[in-house]
């Protein structure tokens, strides 16, 4: 079993539509958690920090949850320009490596 | 305010010859990690350096790879006699320090192809 785990998708989703990726870690000393997006041929960016209480960024909403060890990311009203793979990553904290799920990949729709 | 900068951005090598690739963290970053992401799989956690330490590479092959980060100048990952295999990208991140909560910043990577 994968230490992180994601559904690959693909999510085909039309605009303007709600979609939720979820992602599993198998570690419970896991300590901080990311969402990172991830372009056809281009290198990881930080979409956000996930923490326990929740955060939200605008349409993008990411949530913790510790006793099942997921977490989640929601896109509300999706763009075109959302198209893209996005990757849950989890850092042990015990010498800083993140460890990736293999990625969701969503394509919105016109 | 330059990001992480890391070049070649490709390098193409023949079986047997000698990867360099090198990678210039953020300014104000001291910490260094290299990642591979062969062609659809995920990214993988090689090693992570400070200046002039290895931290951890619980993630590099044993044989043919080894990374450096000197006091002065850039990380190198060095891939002796390459094989098909190595062709992937290689990505490389930094952070200003060293506790979970930081955040890792990616370069836009070195892509190697072996012939």
């Known amino acids: 079993r994968k230490e992180v785990e994601q559904d690959p998708g693909p999510f085909n989703v039309p605009e303007g539509a709600t979609v939720a990726f979820n992602c599993t870690y198998s570690?419970?000393?896991?300590?901080?958690f990311f969402w990172y997006r991830q372009d056809c041929r281009k290198e990881p960016k930080l979409l956000m920090s996930?923490?326990?209480s929740g955060n939200e960024d605008g349409r993008f909403t990411a949530q913790l949850n510790r006793a099942s060890q997921y977490i989640s990311l929601l896109i509300r009203d999706s763009k075109l320009s959302d198209s893209a793979t996005y990757l849950c990553?989890?850092?042990?904290?015990?010498?800083?490596?993140?460890?990736f799920g293999t990625g969701t990949l969503l394509a919105v729709q016109p | 305010n330059a990001g992480v900068m890391q070049n070649p951005r490709h390098l193409v090598r023949r079986r047997g010859q000698e990867a360099r690739l090198r990678c210039s963290p953020m300014?104000?970053?001291?910490?260094v990690y290299w990642y591979r992401q062969l062609p659809e799989e995920g990214l993988k956690f090689m090693v992570y350096?400070?200046?002039?330490?290895?931290?951890?590479e619980s993630g590099m092959p044993k044989e043919r790879f080894s990374a450096e980060f000197p006091k002065e100048g850039p990380s190198i990952l060095r891939i002796q006699q390459v094989v098909r295999g190595d062709s992937a990208a290689y990505f490389c991140?930094?952070?200003?320090?060293?506790?979970?909560?930081?955040?890792?910043?990616f370069g836009a990577g070195t892509r190697l192809s072996v012939l």
């Open positions: 990553a989890v850092n042990r904290g015990a010498t800083n490596k993140l460890i």
């Open positions: 991140a930094s952070s200003p320090a060293g506790g979970p909560e930081n955040i890792q910043y």
């Open positions: 350096l400070q200046k002039e330490n290895i931290i951890d």
């Open positions: 996930v923490y326990s």
């Open positions: 570690n419970s000393a896991s300590q901080s």
């Open positions: 300014k104000g970053h001291s910490h």
